[in-house]
């Protein structure tokens, strides 16, 4: 998901998509998957030259992706869709209330219950076993930039540094996130939920464990039939409701919470055993993937209401 949470952000976005050629180009790419450059432009009845302008403007606001891969007579590009969804956020917060950024490692969890198949890695190699749980406890586990588990959960803590005297009215939080299956498999199903102060505030579905492409980020020395990439979504819960990337996920206010700047924050993120598809969850930080994040948060504060 490609989150555009300013419109003045959003220009470059705006001006590739004002073409009807590359909306075009997207509609084939989605349509087929991945094209290399020569059978793009033949498609399109474009020269080389004229695509080639198309294809620079679309890679560089991020809404496809350019990779080299070797065949049996060279080297060709191959272009595909980086983007499953662009959220443009028209509602924004009032320039009056303040707002707080901070970004949780992958490996940073306060909490956690999972069961096979898991496993966490930094970047630079696995932590313990794959499948023994027993290693989500390990030192080791605070370097950890992706981890996968079949069912249970993982529970961090939200840093909360707002001033004293200040509630909170909107908490956003962005992840890059996947299924977890044996091996890889697209079509993999699983029920996430996401839970505030144990609080059950959303459900999601995810539509499988991607592997098929390697991820942009992901480490040269990873596993090509391992988790390689996650879907980016975006949770919000404000004064109107909870919701991902902009779909009403429940009913569930910031208020209901009482969440000030004395407040603890737990975020939980699980599978849970009742789930209609237990099918598992990858969590990807800055080093894999395809988005250079980690657990992303921003709180939105204001004063507190007097009483009287």
């Known amino acids: 998901m490609l989150n555009i949470a300013r419109l003045e952000d959003g220009i470059e976005v705006f001006k590739a998509l004002g073409s009807e050629v590359r909306i075009r180009i ?13 059978d793009l432009s033949q498609r399109l009845s ?58 949780i490692s992958i490996g940073h969890y306060c909490d956690c219950d999972v069961y096979p198949t898991c496993g966490l890695s930094s970047d630079k190699h696995l932590i313990g076993e794959v499948d023994d749980r027993r290693y989500f406890f390990h030192n080791d586990r605070f370097s950890a930039d992706i981890l996968w588990f079949t069912r249970g959960y993982v529970e961090y803590a939200i840093p909360n540094f707002i001033p004293y005297d200040q509630r909170i009215d909107e908490l956003c939080i962005s992840m890059e996130i996947s299924s977890e299956a044996p091996g ?21 579905t995810s539509p499988g464990d991607f592997g098929e492409v390697r991820g942009l980020l992901t480490p040269k020395w990873w596993f090509p039939q391992w988790n390689q990439y996650g879907l980016l979504k975006m949770l919000q819960i404000n004064q109107k409701g909870t919701f991902i990337d902009g779909d009403r996920k429940s009913d569930h206010t910031i208020e209901e919470f009482h969440l000030t700047g004395k407040s603890s924050i737990k975020f939980r ?10 099918g598992g969850v990858t969590l990807f930080g800055k080093s894999f993937g395809n988005y250079n994040q980690d657990i992303n948060v921003r709180i939105a504060y204001s004063p507190i209401r007097s009483s009287s």
């Open 26 to 38: 997207l509609s084939i790419l989605l349509e087929n998957g991945e094209m290399n450059m020569t």
């Open 46 to 103: 474009l020269s080389p030259g004229a695509l080639t302008g198309h294809i620079r403007l679309l890679e560089k606001c991020g809404l496809i992706r350019i990779i080299t891969r070797q065949g049996d007579h060279g080297s060709q590009k191959l272009c595909s869709v980086r983007q499953d969804k662009i959220l443009i956020e028209l509602n924004q917060i009032a320039p009056s209330q303040n707002t707080y950024d901070t970004s």
């Open 184 to 204: 890889v498999n697209e079509n993999w199903p699983s029920d996430i939920s996401f839970f505030l102060n144990d609080v059950n505030i959303a459900n999601w």
């Open 269 to 278: 993120i699980a599978v849970l055993d009742t789930a209609a598809n237990v």
